[in-house]
């Protein structure tokens, strides 16, 4: 960010003096930052340059932009291409490094999430982890673990102060056969935690190009069990009594799934508000409904929920089409015209129901494998729909499964946010027996399809704020929060003050600043209630799943994209020290220059002004004749002293008889007459 303290530390360091001191400010600056996880280009960065450019004018200036130049930021520059015209009106050199010259393989965990089934505590869960193969080459034998953090709520609730300690688990490790270019692949892995709470999935991969993307966090809130609402029209009762079965039967099967089995006038009297606590509603051979059980039950199903609607005797045919079909605007998905017998067909190996929508949730399983589960399910008696009734594929219906005489069976409808299902057949086993034997499967894929939409998977990434809402007269103001580090044993601990909502005093909001989430890992944030209890609220945050896409973007597009501005485009390794461009004028080098230019001066000076004799050379031809007479006299005047002190040694030095007298040596002899100097 421009405006951020940071960059405005980086931009005074432009104007700083480059001292014997300025080494360690600029190391001291350098040991305080940390590289955050954030998927940026180089725009922040030249706006910062920007800044630098418009305080000084009188400089000559160059800018060297490395990068790796990745297709998702210089595939369409528009911001980058506008921030480099404006400092190349401004005079600036612009230089482009590229710092990689190969593409590298890389690959990235780019989700991790609960697959779409009931979540409760005591009951095994699906996790799907995606890995993509970002490079160009295909790889083999790819190595992928994953670990569980579980958190036991007596630790949570002993942890006055202190971080609950989670107990890791890891699952066998898995390896990934073989990834192409490109290639995402899903693997499922199944996880368990035998408490309720805020638990922690964790996905690893080996150590590549990026390091941020081998990792994955994901956070689930399992609940101790999910509660559905069951409506049952039948004066016996035996559609909530096969949902009692399927979905309780015994400690020793547990589903996690708990039905609460209401009649008609409970949706007239209860709160829309209150429904949203039931993970789906079952409406089962109901006649119909009052006005305020219908308003409540279609707010359910916009706001998200799911709704399952079977059929029966009971059902009053003209009321559906009139107030719950509503040609075609209200919650039921088609009209219906009459009940009907689906008739015996003579031969055998026809089933009594064909599935359509193959690839549905629930009903993806009763066609697969050589002899499908779907052969064995049997129906009798059904409900018909209008004759001319033909799903318009713009209203979001859609037919699942039909009969064999090409009746709708199942037929879906999104309504809102939320997704109807009606089943034109009985739930208990007396016009079919659909929840009789294996197909019982039906019901429990069922539940998980319609209850998916309110399990909420919080997905968040790098550099988002995290906040929590919370009453002020529950909970007390003072909050802990809880930063990943890169050791997860020592977590960043801060302590703050709750901050007051602008439209009620009375509700407080934590808040993590977008600052602070600048890294993957997880987040806790910890309300302590009046009774001076803990409420820990877990939030997983990871990278961006693009970041791990080294994808470059050629040199000639880099050109094209920026054109009409200038700019030369060269890898690292080709930009030597030696032949570097300085961006400024060096004034320690003008005076260095001066001082040897005046040393060498200062030698020319006393050279010029010195006696300087030279072998062999007779001293008449030596300066001027006034210097030659000066000399003359001087040469005799020392002659005659030598000449004095050697006569006193019995010699005289300058004849060959006087120097041999002085030095004891034979005047005849050659080698010991020396020649005049």
Not at 225 to 234: A, M
């Amino acid at each position: 960010d421009p405006e951020s303290g940071l960059a405005a530390v980086i931009t005074d360091l432009n104007a700083e003096d480059v001292d014997a001191r300025f080494p360690l400010r600029l190391e001291t600056i350098r040991a305080a930052l940390q590289p955050t996880e954030l998927p940026v280009g180089p725009a922040a960065a030249l706006q910062v340059v920007r800044r630098l450019v418009s305080q000084n004018d009188n400089e000559h200036r160059i800018l060297y932009l490395v990068s790796d130049f990745r297709a998702q930021d210089w595939d369409n520059p528009r911001e980058i291409r506008e921030l480099l015209s404006e400092l190349d009106n401004a005079g600036v050199q612009i230089r482009l490094v590229n710092c990689v010259r190969a593409r590298h393989t890389n690959l990235a965990i780019t989700a991790l999430a609960p697959a779409d089934e009931t979540r409760a505590s005591g009951v095994p869960l699906f996790v799907n982890v995606s890995v993509t193969n970002y490079g160009d080459q295909a790889v083999e034998k790819v190595p992928l673990q994953v670990r569980t953090r579980f958190y036991a709520a007596a630790a949570a609730e002993g942890a006055a102060s202190e971080r609950p300690v989670a107990k890791v688990d890891e699952s066998p490790m898995m390896e990934l056969e073989r990834l192409e270019p490109g290639e995402t692949v899903t693997q499922r892995v199944q996880v368990y935690f035998p408490e309720a709470g805020q638990h922690v999935v964790e996905a690893v991969l080996p150590d590549d190009a990026v390091e941020a993307d081998n990792r994955r966090w994901c956070v689930i809130d399992f609940p101790a069990e999910e509660t559905v609402l069951v409506v049952d029209g039948d004066p016996a009762q035996r559609n909530a009594f096969y949902v009692q079965a399927i979905f309780e039967p015994g400690q020793r099967a547990r589903t996690g799934i708990r039905p609460e089995v209401q009649n008609g006038a409970f949706l007239r009297d209860v709160s829309a508000e209150s429904l949203n606590k039931y993970s789906a509603i079952y409406l089962c051979d109901v006649d119909r409904l009052d006005d305020r059980a219908r308003e409540n039950i279609e707010a359910y199903v916009r706001s998200g929920g799911g709704l399952a609607v079977f059929a029966g005797p009971q059902v009053h045919l003209e009321y559906y089409q009139r107030e719950l079909y509503r040609n075609g605007a209200g919650l039921f998905p088609l009209p219906l015209a009459r009940d009907d017998l689906l008739i015996a067909e003579e031969g055998e190996g026809v089933p009594d129901v064909e599935i359509d929508a193959t690839d549905h949730p629930v009903f993806q399983e009763l066609v697969q494998g050589q002899n499908p589960l779907v052969r064995t399910m049997h129906v009798e008696r059904y409900l018909r729909p209008a004759a001319d009734w033909t799903p318009d594929p713009a209203s979001g219906v859609r037919i699942l499964a039909r009969l064999r005489n090409h009746a709708p069976l199942a037929v879906e409808k999104r309504y809102g946010q939320g997704r109807v299902i009606a089943f034109l057949t009985t739930y208990a086993p007396y016009w079919n027996d659909l929840v009789l034997g294996p197909s019982v499967i039906v019901a429990l894929r069922l539940q998980s399809y319609l209850g998916s939409a309110r399990r909420i998977t919080d997905v968040r990434t790098v550099s988002g704020a995290i906040q929590v809402p919370f009453s002020g007269e529950q909970y007390r103001s003072d909050v802990r929060m809880f930063l990943p580090t890169d050791d997860p044993a020592v977590p960043l601990v801060i302590d703050r003050a709750a901050g007051a909502l602008e439209t009620d005093a009375r509700q407080l909001v934590a808040t993590i600043e977008p600052q602070e989430t600048e890294r993957s890992g997880i987040y806790e944030i910890w309300l302590r209630r009046i009774d001076g209890s803990i409420q820990a609220d877990r939030f997983a945050v990871n990278v961006e799943p693009r970041e791990g896409d080294l994808a470059q973007t050629a040199t000639s597009d880099i050109i094209a994209h920026l054109d009409p501005v200038p700019v030369d485009i060269g890898y690292a390794d080709q930009y030597e020290a030696a032949v570097i461009e300085q961006s400024g004028f060096n004034q320690s080098v003008l005076l260095m220059a001066l001082l040897i230019l005046l040393l060498v001066g200062e030698q020319w000076l006393a050279y010029a002004n010195s006696f300087h004799a030279h072998r062999g050379t007779q001293l008449h031809h030596l300066g001027r004749p006034g210097h030659r007479a000066s000399i003359q006299r001087l040469r005799e005047e020392n002659e005659a002293e030598t000449r004095a002190a050697h006569a006193l040694r019995g010699g005289d030095p300058y004849t060959a008889a006087g120097r041999s007298a002085a030095s004891g040596a034979d005047p005849q002899d050659p080698f010991a007459q020396g020649v005049p100097q």
